[in-house]
């Protein structure tokens, strides 16, 4: 691995974990799926870097963390469009 794949190995790998916080703790559907971007773009990298290596199956995993935070903001979207919805049938009534 050379220096310039360690490095952005590295790079997507904080963003993965800096947007996941972010997602959790925001609960914003924004961060969810910048956090399900870098997930996969971070599984698809340890894919490209790791292809020979008995460690594969953390791009499973990583794979798995961004379908995770995709399904997080999905419901946060059908979650506010609930709750708009409902605040509108307060208005109208």
């Known amino acids: 691995m050379t220096d310039i794949e ?3 190995y590295l790079l997507v790998f904080a963003l993965s974990v800096i ?3 972010f997602a959790v703790d925001r609960k914003s559907f924004t961060f969810s799926f910048l956090s ?3 997930w996969f773009t971070f599984a698809t990298v ?3 870097l790791a292809y020979a ?3 594969i199956v953390l791009a499973y995993l ?3 963390l961004g379908l ?3 399904v997080h903001g999905f419901a946060r979207v059908f979650s506010s469009i609930a709750e708009r ?3 509108r049938e307060w208005e109208l009534a």
């Open 68 to 70: 995770v935070f995709m």
């Open 85 to 87: 919805k409902e605040e």
């Open 62 to 64: 990583f794979m798995f």
């Open 19 to 21: 947007f996941s916080t």
């Open 36 to 38: 399900m971007a870098c």
């Open 53 to 55: 290596s008995t460690l």
């Open 6 to 8: 360690l490095m952005s």
């Open 46 to 48: 340890h894919l490209y």
